[in-house]
Antibody, heavy 118, light 106 residues
Framework: VQLVESGGGLVQPGKSLKLSCSAS????????MHWIRQAPGKGLDWVAY???????VYADAVKGRFTISRDNAKNTLYLQLNSLKSEDTAIYYC?????????????WGQGVMVTVSS | DIQMTQSPASLSASLGETVTIECRAS??????LAWYQQKPGNSPQLLIY???SLADGVPSRFSGSGSGTQYSLKINSLQSEDVASYFC????????FGSGTKLEIK
């Protein structure tokens, strides 16, 4: 199992960014996936979830600004980040849940840094 | 929202010692609890799920216990490679993480 994030970088407040997470080594279409973020030197914060059938759930802090999606044909998970704020600065991880009804994470990507600053 | 209170925030112990990290939930989470290890510069790795089930490949010196609102992670025979931050996470109602415990070798 391998999860590889990409698409991070430095972006100005109010702008947009799209993160990708390329999955391999498992049947991507069968698993729910999450995005979790970690501000520098801080703890872990859940961002969003997408089920194997593309149902979605968002944390209140990002609802209406971020969109999680997936392309099962490309084995890729996405996170569209709009209206970015300085407090969105963090390492963003994609992670897999092994069981649909249990949201713990058995595999994580290496993370991608998003810095929101003018 | 379920709050997870993790303690201690930091911990220093000697090689070979046994250490315990605690997490308290703001309501009953019915053993829907996981523990993760995060080494500096790396992503978190699953150690324990369902409060006391050892994840694949995790050394048996790690163990989890607890029920209701009180949970703990125990590390027996502390080794140098155990230097890391440890996080608990509840998944009974959406999910929330504890604030983490930074473990160092004395």
């Amino acid at each position: 199992v391998q999860l590889v994030e990409s698409g991070g970088g430095l972006v100005q407040p109010g702008k947009s960014l799209k993160l990708s997470c390329s999955a391999s080594g498992f049947t991507f279409s069968s698993y729910g996936m999450h995005w979790i973020r970690q501000a520098p030197g801080k703890g872990l914060d859940w961002v969003a979830y997408i089920s194997s059938s593309s149902g979605t759930v968002y944390a209140d802090a990002v609802k209406g600004r971020f969109t999680i999606s997936r392309d099962n044909a490309k084995n890729t998970l996405y996170l569209q980040l709009n209206s970015l704020k300085s407090e969105d600065t963090a390492i963003y991880y994609c992670a897999r849940i092994p069981r649909r009804v249990s949201w713990y994470f058995d595999y994580w990507g290496q993370g991608v840094m998003v810095t929101v600053s003018s | 929202d379920i709050q997870m209170t993790q303690s201690p925030a930091s911990l220093s112990a000697s090689l070979g010692e046994t250490v315990t990290i605690e997490c308290r939930a703001s309501e009953d989470i019915y053993s829907n609890l996981a523990w993760y290890q995060q080494k500096p510069g790396n992503s978190p790795q699953l150690l324990i799920y369902d409060a006391n089930s050892l994840a694949d490949g995790v050394p048996s010196r790690f163990s989890g216990s607890g029920s209701g609102t009180q949970y703990s992670l125990k590390i027996n025979s502390l080794q140098s490679e155990d230097v890391a931050s440890y996080f608990c996470q509840q998944y009974n109602n959406y999910l929330t993480f504890g604030s983490g415990t930074k473990l160092e070798i004395k």
